[in-house]
């Protein structure tokens, strides 16, 4: 048996118990963060969907739209509808590039640019309250677990959704 086999088989042992899977503890702390977020940052007009944006944004501005849906793990048609709203809003712009005009680059305004200092200290306080009683040490255990389990789920989920090649078919010869 392998060894992300067997480590499978353990982390199955206590599937009956929904609430001590890793999935429903990591999904259930995911959702009490949001919520709290969403709460913090929606007196500014912004939801969740617009913040996953204007994270990638503020960072990298003027990405393509493609890009930026991939960045954020959103499809093109939910990439185009937040962006509707985020222009509706004024925070961002979507331009057709110069060299290519099949591509439109999304553009920060200066208000969502403004945004960045309004919202990343409430994302600081939603952080500072998720780690209330851990010790440095255990945060930063917890950031390198976390982000192990996202490599390890995203190299074991894309070797599970892999369909095997399709048997090539050898043409007969000509003549």
């Not at 990591?26 to 913040?51: C, K, T």
């Not at 501005?61 to 991939?70: G, V």
């Not at 591509?103 to 209330?132: F, I, Q, S, W, Y």
């Amino acid at each position: 048996m392998t060894k992300g086999r067997a480590a499978i088989d353990d982390g199955l042992r206590g599937v009956g118990a929904k609430d001590q899977t890793i999935a429903y503890l990591v999904r259930e702390a995911h959702r009490a963060l949001s919520a709290d977020l969403q709460a913090r940052i929606a007196q500014y007009g912004v939801n969740a969907g617009m913040w996953r944006f204007l994270r990638v944004l503020w960072e990298e501005d003027a990405i393509s739209q493609r890009d930026l849906s991939d960045r954020v793990g959103m499809t093109a048609a939910t990439t185009v509808l937040a962006l509707d709203r985020m222009e509706r809003e004024a925070l961002v712009l979507r331009v057709r590039d110069g060299k290519d005009r099949r591509v439109a680059r999304v553009h920060l305004t200066a208000k969502g640019r403004r945004l960045r200092e309004k919202l990343l200290p409430h994302a600081a306080e939603v952080d500072a309250v998720a780690c209330t009683g851990l010790a440095p040490a255990e945060v930063a255990l917890l950031k390198t677990l976390l982000t192990r389990m996202r490599v390890n789920v995203g190299t074991y989920g894309a070797l599970a959704q892999r369909k095997p090649a399709a048997p090539r078919r050898r043409r007969p010869p000509a003549g």
